[in-house]
């Protein structure tokens, strides 16, 4: 097992109504700015919950944060919480609410220019404090609202944000309000938690006995409530299970001492600043084409995978790896999700264009070993088509 820090202080409170707690958790006397993203937590009264649960504060709104929360936009909401003296954030929504409420903290405390904030080699912020946040989560996914980390999109750029000062204070994951989640959304979030475990996981063996054990039961429980809770939205246990994963997936416990790899997401975020398309479906392209490539540098825990996660008892090694990957695709395939370049109008005409945006972006010596060059990265793309 490699050496690591594990440093995690953010409070969850998990289940049903148990946004009624909010009032416990927010400072009584705190000027508050609830951020948030689309309609939705208008349209089915979250919103109207959260403040209702906040009596005696003054509250100010900030809504309109895009998926892949626009750099341009968040500092609207920073100007706000400069001129309001605002002490405390609440986002309210998925990732990317909580991402760029992350991006909001640190930069309403910053002095400089806010670019600085923005950290291509995934540095720490050049910042000594931020504004406290918290969140009230309603899209299982991204694991954000139990780690320091944000993505934040700029001049079509996807760029990471790391402070230790933006672990939220506390988390309210309710599986209740995902209940009328698009079901688009919930195939996203199961693929992106499932993606978030194999990029800690699927790397080289180092003895991480509990980690991979940890990682291997997310990826089971995925396997077993994915569709599930699909079809069956208000299925509370399905849903919970699918919150839960979301959350451990990427909170740092699973990654502490292990190598990772986040070649699938460094790919797939050119795909989306690119494209458009949604950063889970990126992922759930490009996952099986990385493996089909990468067989030999992963071989040990492919097999593993193959083994613990889907059962597969074959004896040949090669097939068990084969039949992990088929399985896998036939997993987001069959949560609804299509797994080709292809299907969403990419040709081949366009990987070029990509490979210079991961060349611009510095993105050239991918993987947990740094060995997936550029012309490893095409050749990844052209498999994915």
Same mark, same amino acid.
């Given at each position: 097992?490699?050496?690591?820090?594990?440093?995690? !202080?953010?409070?969850?409170?998990? $289940?049903?109504?148990?946004?009624?707690?909010?009032?416990?958790?927010?400072?009584?006397?705190?000027?508050?700015?609830?951020? @948030?993203? &689309?309609?939705?937590?208008?349209?089915?009264?979250?919103?109207? /919950?959260?403040?209702?649960?906040? #009596?005696?504060? /003054?509250?100010?709104?900030?809504? $309109?944060?895009?998926?892949?929360?626009? %750099?341009?936009?968040?500092?609207?909401?920073?100007?706000?919480?400069?001129?309001?003296?605002?002490?405390?954030?609440?986002?309210? $929504? &998925?990732?990317?609410?909580?991402? &760029?409420?992350?991006?909001?903290?640190?930069?309403?405390?910053?002095? =400089?220019?806010?670019?600085?904030? +923005?950290?291509?080699?995934?540095?720490?912020?050049?910042?000594?404090?931020?504004?406290?946040?918290?969140?009230?989560?309603?899209? #299982?996914?991204?694991?954000?609202?139990?780690?320091?980390?944000?993505?934040?999109?700029? /001049?079509?750029?996807?760029? !990471?944000?790391?402070?230790?000062?933006?672990?939220?204070?506390?988390?309210?994951?309710?599986?209740?309000?995902?209940?009328?989640? #698009?079901?688009?959304?919930?195939?996203?979030?199961?693929?992106?938690?499932?993606?978030?475990?194999?990029?800690? %996981?699927?790397?080289?063996?180092?003895?991480?006995?509990?980690?991979?054990?940890?990682?291997?039961?997310?990826?089971?429980?995925?396997?077993?409530?994915?569709?599930?809770?699909?079809?069956?939205?208000?299925? %509370?246990?399905?849903?919970?299970?699918?919150?839960?994963?979301?959350?451990?997936?990427?909170? $740092? *416990?699973?990654?502490?001492?292990?190598?990772?790899?986040?070649?699938?997401?460094?790919? =797939?975020?050119?795909?989306?600043?690119?494209? &458009?398309?949604?950063?889970? /479906?990126? +992922?759930?392209?490009?996952? #099986?084409?990385?493996?089909?490539?990468?067989?030999?540098?992963?071989?040990?825990?492919?097999?593993? @995978?193959?083994?613990?996660?889907?059962?597969?008892?074959?004896?040949?090694?090669?097939?068990?790896?084969?039949?992990?990957?088929?399985?896998?695709?036939?997993?987001?395939?069959?949560?609804?999700?299509?797994?080709?370049?292809?299907?969403?109008?990419?040709?081949?005409?366009?990987?070029?264009?990509?490979? *210079?945006?991961?060349?611009?972006?510095?993105?050239?010596?991918?993987?947990?070993?740094?060995?997936?060059?550029?012309?490893?990265?095409?050749?990844?793309?052209?498999?994915?088509?």
């Amino acid at each position: 097992m490699l050496n690591f820090n594990f440093y995690n !202080p953010t409070h969850i409170v998990f $289940g049903k109504d148990t946004l009624d707690q909010l009032n416990t958790l927010v400072p009584s006397d705190a000027k508050v700015l609830i951020t @948030y993203g &689309g309609g939705s937590v208008n349209r089915f009264g979250t919103l109207d /919950k959260v403040i209702q649960n906040l #009596p005696g504060r /003054k509250i100010f709104q900030f809504g $309109g944060i895009e998926p892949n929360p626009q %750099y341009n936009t968040l500092m609207k909401a920073v100007q706000i919480a400069k001129a309001e003296n605002i002490d405390f954030l609440l986002a309210v $929504g &998925g990732g990317s609410v909580m991402d &760029g409420t992350k991006f909001i903290a640190l930069a309403a405390r910053y002095d =400089g220019d806010c670019l600085d904030l +923005l950290t291509p080699e995934f540095d720490l912020a050049p910042v000594d404090s931020a504004i406290p946040m918290g969140t009230v989560v309603t899209l #299982p996914a991204t694991g954000s609202e139990m780690n320091n980390g944000a993505v934040i999109s700029h /001049k079509n750029l996807k760029v !990471p944000v790391f402070s230790m000062f933006t672990f939220p204070k506390f988390s309210i994951l309710d599986p209740t309000l995902t209940f009328t989640l #698009p079901t688009t959304q919930v195939a996203n979030g199961i693929i992106d938690t499932f993606i978030h475990t194999v990029e800690q %996981y699927v790397t080289y063996p180092v003895d991480a006995r509990f980690q991979d054990r940890t990682a291997e039961g997310i990826l089971k429980t995925l396997i077993e409530i994915g569709k599930t809770t699909i079809e069956e939205p208000t299925n %509370y246990e399905a849903r919970a299970n699918l919150v839960w994963c979301a959350t451990m997936a990427l909170n $740092g *416990l699973i990654g502490a001492g292990v190598p990772q790899d986040w070649t699938t997401h460094m790919i =797939g975020h050119e795909v989306t600043a690119m494209f &458009g398309v949604d950063h889970a /479906k990126t +992922l759930a392209i490009l996952q #099986p084409a990385i493996w089909e490539v990468r067989k030999e540098q992963k071989r040990d825990k492919l097999i593993q @995978y193959a083994e613990r996660v889907w059962d597969i008892t074959e004896s040949d090694d090669d097939l068990k790896i084969e039949l992990a990957i088929q399985k896998t695709r036939a997993f987001f395939e069959d949560l609804g999700v299509k797994t080709h370049l292809s299907d969403y109008d990419i040709t081949e005409e366009k990987i070029e264009d990509l490979i *210079l945006a991961l060349k611009n972006n510095n993105r050239t010596a991918l993987s947990e070993t740094g060995d997936l060059t550029l012309e490893i990265s095409r050749e990844i793309l052209k498999k994915a088509l």
